[in-house]
């Protein structure tokens, strides 16, 4: 039908403790619910089993893995009074429903599409905010309530600059952000109210060392592009997915500055380019073997760099319209990458298909190989520019600037690289070479090699570049010749750089040079950094260095920042401090792990104690495992654990480590997590004693533990089938 159908469908929670008649009674304090069907009778209402209960019998909502349907909603969810539940559009009812159960009905009058449909029940805090008199809420567990506008930072003013930039006003009646417990992805931008997963809970502390400002503007421009207009097909994910990655540079753009947005720009392209060395298909494709493989850095990273490059040759303006001219034509339609194209056609006058079929429809990507010659009896300088990709027979049509830097002054100049082969000449001026810059804004989605280059342009691109990427791919020079004296002359300006990424950088390509000179180089500049730096991170990196380095003379320092108010800065310095001084460094991380430390802390402390491996912190672990609930805090520890059986001499110890671990492993809500543990633990047992500190008969042991309560057939198969070949000794 043409006319979008309404999906009516109508959920109970039950907990399983409840089944026999008595009150309802939750089985899990953090309130998890999983919704499931009857593939026998699709038509029968759905129910929601707790964690605990069995999965034997069950199976996930049944639902249209397509994105090219919509349908509004009609949405009933029967809960313990005690819960709170979200769903997309409005709560129009809630009503009692005995027993201590409550009835909330949600509706979405709007069609969105199947994979957007979101439900969330537990046992949540509502934190609100509002924009232009439409709801915007925080969704979080009770503990992180106080922390839930700095953990969705500044989201009414992105609501604000997305709808000017689009020239759509948010198009849903409200914006919701939850975050919930053990959830299989990173972030759903469900339409109306995305779904965050635990690693957004932050506490102040850790908020200092940057929070997760680029997940909630990814996730909230999805709500115009996937949500408000939506890929017609996996293939064409890119529309949805490309603007998304685009709307986190852009955000930083308007709220932070170019520099800011230029280091997220650079490193999406670099994670694509690295990508691309084993995979680098075209960026709309029409052929896979599974829907899962389109959500890659090339869908991701690559199409966010094309929009990029794309708002970069015809500006703000005309980028501007021809998002506003997408989202009106495709408003709650399906739209596919030409759908993208014609609105750009339409916002500029001129033809892209072109442009498209070597962006959207080649795979690869331009390798360009710039070699530059100083001619010196003819007072020129030559710069040549092949194209060196691997499908030689493609050639690239690439519009870009050159920059020229004469004393420090800076002129631009268009170019458009076409042929195999490109040969430009700059002059010299009073008998001195330019620094010539090609790809002057660092915009094109390509990889430059280049060769030829003298020191004094290295020097001249970091002195007078005004941009983060120019200065960055000369410290990126000067960081793999740190022997070279003018290559340490760019790594002490970057250590003052303004901004923090370069600083961290600079500190990072000194990480590896232990000798006394380097030491006598850069040691106060360090140190002073690691005390006062304004950025928590790079006072953690240049504690880090210390710490390599063993400089005693910091001892103070690291005493000092074991209590900073930064966890980075707290768990470097302690990671420092027991380089030193193993005996305090191991008290302190004793006395930190009863102050329920998170993030750089709680993974310092950890690997302090499990690579020590005394007995007697047996008893540490088993207080951890009686605490822990979130998915991050369940790897943090499983991994430190896993050390810590290795590094335990005592065969009681590390047997009641293995029943540790296969106690934790079976916490786990998603399958691919026990599987993964379970084959560890597993692997562990293969090694033997000395490999890996557990012997057979424990690890089937542990086995047998998840095994008995491992409730998905297949990952219970696999996991019998390790334990029997250790059984046998195979």
Request: glycine share 6%.
């Amino acid at each position: 039908s043409d006319e979008p159908i309404k999906l009516s469908l109508v959920y109970t929670a039950m907990p399983y403790a409840s089944a026999s008649g008595g009150s309802p009674a939750i089985t899990d304090d953090r309130g998890l619910y999983f919704i499931n069907t009857d593939h026998a009778n699709p038509l029968k209402p759905a129910q929601i089993w707790t964690q605990g209960e069995s999965e034997s019998n069950s199976h996930w909502l049944i639902t249209i893995d397509k994105p090219n349907s919509r349908f509004t909603t009609h949405i009933e969810m029967t809960v313990p009074d005690s819960l709170t539940t979200l769903s997309n559009g409005a709560m129009v009812l809630q009503k009692e429903a005995g027993n201590h159960m409550r009835t909330d009905v949600w509706e979405m009058n709007l069609p969105i599409q199947a994979y957007t449909i979101m439900m969330a029940i537990g046992n949540f805090t509502t934190v609100h905010d509002t924009w232009h008199g439409k709801a915007v809420d925080y969704y979080v567990t009770p503990d992180f309530a106080p922390y839930a506008r700095s953990m969705f930072s500044n989201t009414p003013e992105m609501l604000e600059y997305f709808s000017k930039a689009t020239g759509v006003p948010y198009p849903w009646n409200k914006y919701s952000q939850v975050v919930g417990c053990d959830y299989v992805s990173g972030a759903m931008e469900n339409t109306s109210a995305t779904l965050l997963g635990e690693f957004m809970n932050e506490n102040f502390r850790e908020l200092k060392d940057g929070g997760k400002e680029d997940i909630v503007s990814h996730e909230l421009f999805h709500q115009w592009f996937g949500d408000y207009a939506t890929c017609e097909s996996w293939s064409n994910l890119t529309v949805n997915e490309s603007f998304a990655n685009y709307g986190e540079q852009l955000w930083r753009r308007y709220k932070y500055g170019t520099d800011y947005a230029q280091e997220l720009a650079y490193e999406d392209l670099e994670k694509y380019l690295g990508y691309s060395r084993r995979n680098d298909a075209q960026l709309v494709r029409y052929y896979y073997d599974n829907h899962d493989e389109m959500f890659d850095p090339i869908t991701y990273d690559k199409g966010g760099a094309i929009l990029h490059y794309i708002n970069n040759l015809i500006g703000d303006t005309a980028f501007n319209l021809a998002m506003k001219t997408y989202l009106t034509d495709n408003a709650l339609k399906s739209a596919e990458a030409h759908n993208w194209r014609m609105a750009l056609e339409k916002a500029t006058g001129t033809d892209w298909n072109p442009f498209f079929n070597q962006w959207y429809y080649h795979a690869g990507h331009p390798i360009l190989n710039i070699f530059y010659k100083q001619e010196d009896s003819m007072q020129r300088l030559r710069v040549v520019i092949t194209q060196a990709q691997f499908d030689n027979k493609f050639y690239y049509t690439l519009p870009m600037k050159v920059a020229i830097y004469r004393e420090g002054n800076k002129t631009l100049h268009d170019i458009t690289v076409s042929k195999p082969n490109d040969t430009l000449y700059f002059s010299y001026q009073d008998g001195k070479s330019p620094t010539v810059v090609v790809d002057a804004d660092h915009v094109v989605p390509a990889e430059l090699v280049e060769s030829g280059l003298p020191d004094a342009a290295i020097l001249a691109r970091y002195r007078y570049g005004a941009d983060y990427a120019t200065r960055k791919i000369a410290l990126n020079t000067a960081s793999n010749r740190v022997g070279d004296s003018t290559m340490q002359v760019v790594i002490g300006w970057a250590l003052g750089d303004p901004n923090a990424s370069l600083r961290r950088a600079a500190v990072g390509a000194i990480k590896g040079t232990q000798s006394v000179y380097y030491k006598q180089l850069w040691g106060t500049k360090i140190r002073e950094m690691a005390a006062t730096d304004p950025d928590n991170m790079t006072r953690a990196e240049a504690v880090t260095l210390l710490g390599t380095w063993r400089d005693t003379a910091s001892k103070n320092l690291f005493n000092q920042g074991v209590y900073d108010s930064s966890y980075a800065v707290a768990g470097t310095s302690l990671e420092a401090l027991y380089k030193i001084d193993t005996a305090q460094g191991r008290v302190l991380a004793r006395q930190m792990l009863h102050t329920a430390p998170r993030s750089f802390l709680e993974g310092k402390v950890w690997n302090i104690l499990s690579h020590e491996g005394r007995p007697e912190d047996t008893v540490l672990f088993l207080s951890k495992f009686d605490t822990m609930n979130a998915t991050n805090a369940k790897h943090t520890y499983l991994a430190a654990l896993q050390f810590y059986i290795a590094s335990c001499p005592q065969p009681a110890a590390k047997s009641a480590g293995m029943r540790l671990f296969g106690r934790a492993t079976a916490l786990f809500t998603q399958k691919a997590f026990r599987l993964r543990y379970g084959l560890m633990l597993a692997k562990m047992g293969e090694k033997g004693d000395d490999a890996a500190g557990g012997n057979a008969a424990d690890v089937v042991a542990a086995l047998d533990y998840i095994i008995a309560r491992e409730p998905d057939p297949e990952v219970r198969t696999k996991l019998e089938k390790k334990k029997t070949e250790l059984s046998s000794g195979k």
